[in-house]
Nanobody, 113 residues
Framework: QVQLVESGGGLVQAGGSLRLSCAASRNINSINPISWYRQAPGKQRELVAG?????GKDYADPVKGRFTIARDNTKFYLQMNNLKSEDTAVYYC?????????WGQGTQVTVSS
């Protein structure tokens, strides 16, 4: 069973930056595509950013120009700059391993205004 584990969340002031990381219990290169989601209190989980099979990147409109998704041979990442209070949420990494979608346990990001 493949597991994903996020790290890097925390409390930051508005305008600050955080980098989230997602590690896999198996070869990260076998997980494709990959995405980051978030869920704010009282709201549905939403897609934040993703990298598709061909390496193309997509972003949700609210984070375009501020967030960057990336991957290397060990982890995948979400660099978040110019954070806003509305970015406060639990952030989840998600990927497909074979035919199975797998999720991390989530990491809390809190942005104070």
């Amino acid at each position: 069973q493949v597991q994903l584990v996020e790290s890097g969340g925390g409390l930051v002031q508005a305008g600050g930056s955080l980098r989230l990381s997602c590690a896999a219990s198996r070869n990260i290169n076998s997980i494709n595509p990959i995405s980051w989601y978030r869920q704010a209190p009282g709201k549905q989980r939403e897609l934040v950013a993703g990298i598709n099979f061909r390496g193309g990147k997509d972003y949700a409109d609210p984070v375009k120009g501020r967030f960057t998704i990336a991957r290397d041979n060990t982890k995948f990442y979400l660099q978040m700059n110019n954070l806003k209070s509305e970015d406060t949420a639990v952030y989840y990494c998600q990927g497909r391993y074979g035919r199975v979608d797998i999720w991390g346990q989530g990491t809390q990001v809190t942005v104070s205004s």
